[in-house]
């Protein structure tokens, strides 16, 4: 089979856009002061929003191995992002749970996001941004994307 032209492939441009856009954003996010933090990071912010968890629970989320989950929660421990406790129902338990920095940071996450949302709305003007919207979430919504999204079970792409 004949490889697509890049310009006509779709993923590889979903994955262009997805790149450029993630690099925006972190770009914003370092000159906020989170300068810190790869997207790696935002995998496991998404699961600690909804309220702390266990390090196996956040293991089972991500789609990795309970030490894989205990090496990225360390290294966001030691940024300051997070911090683990006990559970108040079983001492034997640690939970982990956002910091106040870790909290700022989603939110000068969320402000980042909406900054690039802008620029590409701006791009392309709200007519074709709308239809494009459109024909994005219909893809993602068939693709089985807006459920994992919606749930907050988005996996990092290995």
């Known amino acids: ?5 890049l310009e006509e492939d779709l993923v590889l441009l979903f ?5 450029a856009s993630s690099e925006d954003v972190l770009r914003r996010m370092g000159k906020a002061g989170y300068g ?3 997207p790696s990071h935002g995998y496991v912010f998404q699961h600690l ?23 990225a929660v360390t290294e ?4 300051g992002y997070v911090r683990r406790r006990v559970a108040e129902d079983d001492q034997r338990n640690r939970l982990v749970e956002l910091t106040e920095r870790g909290w700022a940071a ?3 996450g969320r402000a980042a996001r909406a900054a690039v949302n802008r620029r590409l709305r701006t791009l392309l003007g709200e007519e074709q941004a709308g239809a494009l919207l ?10 089985g ?14």
């Open 106 to 108: 989603v939110e000068a």
């Open 134 to 143: 459109a024909a994005l979430q219909r893809i993602a919504d068939r693709a």
């Open 36 to 38: 810190d933090l790869r």
């Open 15 to 19: 994955t262009a856009i997805a790149s």
């Open 76 to 79: 966001l421990e030691e940024l």
């Open 1 to 5: 089979m004949k490889p697509a032209r």
């Open 49 to 71: 929003i909804p309220g702390p968890v266990k390090v196996r629970e956040l293991a089972a989320r991500l789609g990795i191995t309970a030490q894989g989950a205990s090496k």
């Open 145 to 158: 994307g807006m459920e994992l999204l919606s749930s907050r079970r988005l996996r990092q792409p290995h």
